[in-house]
């Protein structure tokens, strides 16, 4: 099981990885959103705002009304973003949780 600090770490590396990309997907993947990212073996959330193909705001702490509501492990998480597990397939596999409607899943599954 990943630590919280390494999740944190995890979430932090992912959004600089969007945020450098960001420009090229801000004009197909226009969201602005409120997100929460739940890890469920650790009891613990993460909350913040997709924004033009990036995450920002990353803070800890549940966020009940965000529109995009991900939910998943500490070790999947940190799987996700060394590139060892892919989300489409973890998705459809059930081993994440992804609560949003359907046209912010279609451009989710862009920048994931």
Do not use: Y
Request: proline share 2%.
């Amino acid at each position: 099981m990943a630590t919280v600090e390494e999740c944190r770490q995890a979430l932090d590396t992912l959004s600089e990885r969007m945020a450098a990309h960001a420009a090229e997907l801000s004009s197909t993947v226009n969201l602005d959103r409120r997100m929460v990212l739940r890890l469920r073996d650790l009891g613990v959330a993460f909350r913040g705002r997709m924004n033009d193909g990036a995450i920002t705001e990353i803070e800890p702490g549940d966020d009940p009304k965000a529109r995009i509501q991900i939910e998943l492990t500490s070790d999947d998480l940190v799987a996700m973003v060394d590139g060892q597990l892919d989300f489409a397939r973890s998705w459809a596999a059930g081993r994440v949780s992804v609560k949003a409607n359907v046209l912010d899943l279609l451009k989710l599954r862009k920048l994931l």
